[in-house]
């Protein structure tokens, strides 16, 4: 809510009410003050096109127009970031280093990770690195299992172990690929909702060191 200032100027206030409604924004983000889905109907009622921070994990060789989908789909709903392919981005053998670009550029100022589980993406070094990181950070954690994904003898999708590991634990929330943008908003704020149970996360697993063939 925004209260008026004695003498305060129109500029000063316009000042003043946009920094309240950004800490409104990284509140309702962090689910501190509303429920997810009130997120939509709260930046209405301030005058503001609040946009939730995503980002998107996938197999960049196999699964990137699953990726440009998503972006060009929801671009008007969702800031969606992705790593631009880490592998021929990020010019070092170090993980410490490599660790620290999936952190500060990735990774902080979202509050969701998405991973999209295609045929191979099980198999992938920085879908593990940045799912360990987005768990580091206690941000929400949504798995999609694409047309492509692989099945095991008893039909179920094969997907990041440490992807499953918290979809096992209860902190992970998972569905099919869908192209229903109200699907999707309600898998958001269902994993957005699991997110404040980080006693739930399990990131124990030690990190790939490389992908695997």
Not at 17 to 45: I, Q, T, V, Y
Not at 152 to 170: E, Q
Request: a negative charge; hydrophobic letters at 35%; proline letters at 3%.
């Amino acid at each position: 809510m925004s209260f008026g200032y004695p003498n305060e100027s129109p500029i000063a206030r316009a000042i003043r009410e946009a920094l309240e409604a950004e800490n409104a924004r990284k509140s309702l983000l962090r689910g501190s003050l509303f429920a997810p889905g009130l997120l939509n109907s709260f930046s209405d009622s301030l005058g503001v096109n609040i946009k939730r921070k995503v980002f998107i994990s996938y197999h960049h060789e196999n699964d990137q127009q699953w990726a440009n989908f998503m972006k060009t789909t929801y671009a008007d709903k969702y800031e969606i970031f992705y790593d631009n392919s880490l592998d021929d981005e990020v010019d070092s053998d170090d993980p410490e280093y490599i660790n620290r670009i999936i952190r500060e550029e990735y990774i902080v100022g979202t509050s969701i990770t998405i991973i999209l589980c295609g045929s191979e993406t099980w198999k992938r070094r920085f879908v593990d690195w940045e799912t360990h990181s987005t768990l580091h950070h206690e941000h929400a954690l949504l798995g999609i299992a694409l047309p492509t994904a692989p099945k095991n003898f008893d039909g179920k999708v094969i997907v990041p172990a440490r992807l499953h590991d918290n979809i096992v634990s209860g902190y992970a929330y998972w569905i099919n690929w869908t192209t229903n943008a109200v699907e999707l908003q309600k898998a958001i704020d269902a994993a957005i909702l699991r997110s404040s149970q980080t006693r739930l996360i399990n990131n124990n697993r030690d990190k790939l060191q490389r992908s695997l063939t």
